[in-house]
């Protein structure tokens, strides 16, 4: 046994050793591994900031009440007598005033224009209540002031104002038929809402012509567990039939629809660019079993068996894969972790976003590599295995 092992070190160490003699095709094949794995850590590292970003916008000890039925805010309709009565419900925490910290809330899109690209797309202008950022954790404002209740003034998320143009402190922009000036730039912990345009709720009433209804209340707890109560309440009382959920739930859920349909599209383009990989490195090493038949078969006849051959050449597929996929996970870290972009959310509007690359995805994107070395370099070990001494002999 102790003698085969030492048959398998010597071969493997042999075949790494020769590479360089086949420096051009063993380049190729580390630079197609290395663009497959780019492909699939760029999506994966998008999907993975675009999660974080809405996932980590949501609270435990905040409801948010939507129409019975609704998946976003977008078509949800609460009218303001079912505010009134969400206001007396069971589990809704007061302030010092006694005043029920809820925030009826009206959601609406407006058209904004791309930095990058001069396109137009849909921006959130959110009307929000008197606790409306009360009611959101790590809100302060960076730039200007808070809006004046009751005026045409907005404020904008730090984030929304790094990709979009014309929403520059002082400027003046037109939603509608109304122009409004923006008097500050607020940011929230790096979360969704960031990526919004906030104003006074019931301005934002009057000018759309949406006076008796808002599209969602976001309510402070007394904590977590009277979430239930609040539920129980809802579901008893005819009035109101709304769904209640808490916002870290209700983000989740946002998250999950988004970032599941970008690693739909990322993995099946990976996963056949992978295919091209994989005969790369099937070329790669038929080349490499072709180029030492000779010395093959030499150890053959000495007594070498065919199994250090085998693990030689998969050593050789592998190492190259490894190259490949640590390099793939270098320039997706350098080009793309951090790099800001903007993609639909759950209500069709625009939600900016870094691109974040973990460990794991960074492990995922290895992985694969490997997978592909290992496929691409088994055949030609098989062959390297059984190589007849004769055939090798005779092969230059």
Known sequence: MRSLWLQVAAVTAINLKSISQRRWLSLSTVIAIALVVIVLLAFLAMANGFQ???????????????????QAEINSTVSRDQVRLIEDGPGIARGSDGKPLISPELYLVVDGIKRTT??????????????????RKDVRITAGRMFNRGSNEVVVGKALLREFEGLDLGSTVSFGATRWTVVGVFEAGGSVFESEIWADLSVVQSLFNRNNIVQIVRARLTGPAALNELKSYSDNDPRLKLDVKSEASYFAEQASQTSDLIQKLGWPLAIAMALGAVAGALNTMYSSVAARATEIATLRAIGFGGFPAFVGTLAESLLLAAIGGLLGAAATYLIFDGVTASTLGGNFTQVVFDFKLSPWLIAEGVMLALIVGLIGGLFPALRAARLPIVEGLYAN
Do not use: F, M
């Open 118 to 135: 001069k396109t137009k797309a849909n921006l959130p202008l959110r009307g929000i209540g008197e606790q409306g950022s009360e009611l």
């Open 52 to 70: 974080r970003t809405i996932a980590g916008s949501g609270a435990d000890d905040i409801a948010i009440v939507l129409r019975a039925g609704s």
